[in-house]
């Protein structure tokens, strides 16, 4: 069993916890809000509850990981964590006793469903149509040649739109409305009645969650969603999904090709 940090946004913990043994445990102690606000860290919403670590066991993990993290940055080994950060990157030459790191592939020895159970939308009412837009923070790195994820155009989005059956109500969600509006504006007819949601995460998740169709953004939530709404429900996703990370289309969901 292994002390897991997680790291990042919701994303990015989807991929942390499903690249954990199945005995290993999760600390949260990078995701507190203040800790973050003194490194100088984007803070995220926490919406999902992990297997929490006992907290001494934390403690006595967290010298380890400093240590590491010296030792790969100087020797590119570690002796017990393994790590996936940008730029430092080591498997321990001992055991594993902590990990910490991005992990950032299809690679999964747990199932995210786990998980995306806490986000049942018992009683609300499931959108026609929820349709995924990410800017914000990750649009304004790529925009500065980040070349990570790329940007999505307009084009994907009007053609998701027709592959969905061109519905007369639209529900969007975003962390970016306006970059949400600009792409409607030229992917959306005006025809259609369009609302737009930028609440909180929790509310976001399970809207797309439960929509009877879904079009995913290149974002790895959206890569997430899609995921946890499984084959029975119908997505629409970005091909490659995105620019530089290699995430397969998830099994079921219809494929449109982009060119970033």
């Known amino acids: 069993m292994a002390v897991v940090f997680l790291i990042g946004g919701t994303g990015n913990q989807l991929f942390q916890f499903t690249r954990a043994a199945p005995r290993d445990r999760f600390c949260t102690l990078f995701l507190q809000p203040a800790l973050r606000r003194w490194l100088g860290?984007?803070?995220?919403?926490?919406?999902?509850?992990?297997?929490?670590?006992?907290?001494?066991?934390?403690?006595?993990a967290l010298p380890l990981l400093a240590l590491d993290v010296m030792l790969a940055k100087l020797a590119g080994r570690s002796l017990y964590t393994r790590l996936d950060l940008r730029g430092v990157k080591a498997s321990p030459i001992l055991t594993r006793w902590v990990q910490v790191g991005y992990f950032q592939n299809a690679a999964q020895t747990r199932n995210a469903s786990e998980l995306g159970n806490q986000l049942a939308a018992e009683g609300e009412c499931a959108p026609?149509?929820?349709?995924h837009i990410r800017g914000g923070d990750a649009?304004?790195?790529?925009?500065?040649?980040?070349?990570?994820?790329?940007?999505l155009p307009a084009a994907y989005f009007r053609a998701a739109f027709g592959k969905a059956g061109d519905p007369d109500r639209v529900h969007v969600f975003t962390d970016d409305p306006a970059h949400a509006r600009a792409i409607c504006a030229e992917a959306i007819p005006d025809t259609a009645q369009i609302t737009y949601d930028s609440g909180d995460l929790s509310a976001m998740m399970r809207g797309c969650l439960s929509a009877r169709r879904f079009i995913a953004c290149n974002s790895t939530l959206s890569w997430w969603l899609v995921q946890m709404r499984g084959a029975q429900r119908p997505s629409i996703v970005p091909s490659?999904?995105?620019?530089?990370?290699?995430?397969?289309?998830?099994?079921?969901?219809?494929?449109?090709?982009?060119?970033?």
């Open 41 to 60: 860290w984007k803070d995220h919403e926490q919406v999902l509850r992990f297997p929490a670590a006992n907290p001494l066991a934390c403690a006595l």
């Open 139 to 151: 649009l304004a790195m790529e925009r500065q040649g980040a070349a990570r994820y790329g940007i």
């Open 240 to 260: 490659p999904f995105t620019l530089a990370l290699d995430l397969p289309v998830p099994p079921g969901a219809e494929a449109i090709h982009v060119d970033y």
């Open 128 to 131: 026609a149509l929820a349709l």
